[in-house]
């Protein structure tokens, strides 16, 4: 009996065509909200946002009422400004999202979160190198050149609560693609060791000019992280302003024709506003 069932197995198994499984690529969505306002979705659907300022911010599509709960997994903040930090201590209360950002800055947070409904468990405080990770991303904090100075919005008291050093942030996706988020830094040879070292693909580096990198330098900060650095494919101008700009900040023209001067062989990718990128290794 054994040997007829066997022996008809093996021939249906003769005539089955054979199943081809289509695993689809692994990508990563990036989409652009304005000045540093970036959001990720992950390989598996992690969502992760940047420097996600909406009150103030002329060139936000939505409001703070558009997140709910579950909307959003991490949120990065890379200083204490009103337009880097933004309005993630909101965000963050409303999605029950984590915070990953320096101590200092992460306990001013744990201060307001409850204000907001959100849990002080909600921020996770680190330092320069430390790591934080959500589903298979990986992310780790990098030191940026800037100030992080945290307005108390108060008249009678002015001064502004220390926030502790700026910061990027490096971000390891599951599939291996490696983005790095300079923040809002000036140029410095740490950009040098962050290409030997992380070996990013991707690179959002900041333009404006002024308070961090004018163009020229942002261009050549692409350059100093090809060192060593053969994955560098694409370069993404960062911290401009579409409506409202002042005259003083650099835009994406400016960058790329800068890029082009120095013979560099990266693609410019210059972000619009509300439209949704795939970036790929």
Do not use: C
Request: positive net charge; hydrophobic residues 40%; proline residues 5%.
């Amino acid at each position: 009996m054994f040997e007829r069932l066997f022996g008809r197995l093996l021939i249906v198994a003769a005539v089955l065509p054979t199943l081809v499984i289509v695993v689809p690529a692994s990508a990563v969505e990036m989409t652009f909200y304005g000045n540093q306002h970036f959001k990720f979705v992950s390989d598996e659907g992690k969502v992760i946002l940047i420097n996600p300022w909406v009150k103030g911010n002329k060139d936000a599509p939505m409001t703070l009422d558009s997140y709910k709960k579950g909307d959003v997994d991490l949120i990065l903040t890379t200083a204490g400004h009103g337009d880097d930090q933004g309005n993630a201590v909101e965000i963050a209360a409303r999605t029950g999202a984590t915070i990953f950002t320096v101590a200092e800055l992460g306990g001013w947070m744990q201060s307001q979160i409850e204000k907001y409904g959100g849990s002080k468990k909600q921020i996770y405080r680190g330092a320069i190198g430390g790591r934080y990770k959500v589903g298979n991303v990986t992310v780790q904090l990098i030191q940026a050149a800037h100030g992080t100075g945290i307005s108390t919005g108060r008249k009678d008291h002015p001064a502004r609560y220390y926030g502790g050093p700026a910061s990027g942030s490096v971000i390891t996706f599951e599939s291996g693609l490696v983005v790095l988020m300079a923040g809002s830094t000036g140029l410095s040879m740490e950009l040098r060791l962050f290409g030997m070292r992380f070996q990013p693909h991707v690179a959002l580096l900041p333009i404006a000019g002024r308070f961090m990198m004018h163009p020229d330098d942002a261009a050549f900060a692409a350059k100093l992280l090809m060192t060593d650095n053969p994955n560098l494919k694409t370069v993404v101008p960062q911290h401009f302003r579409v409506k409202g700009r002042p005259a003083w900040m650099g835009t994406p023209a400016e960058f790329e024709a800068e890029i082009k001067k120095l013979g560099i062989k990266v693609n410019v990718l210059s972000p619009v506003v509300g439209k949704t990128y795939t970036l790929t290794k």
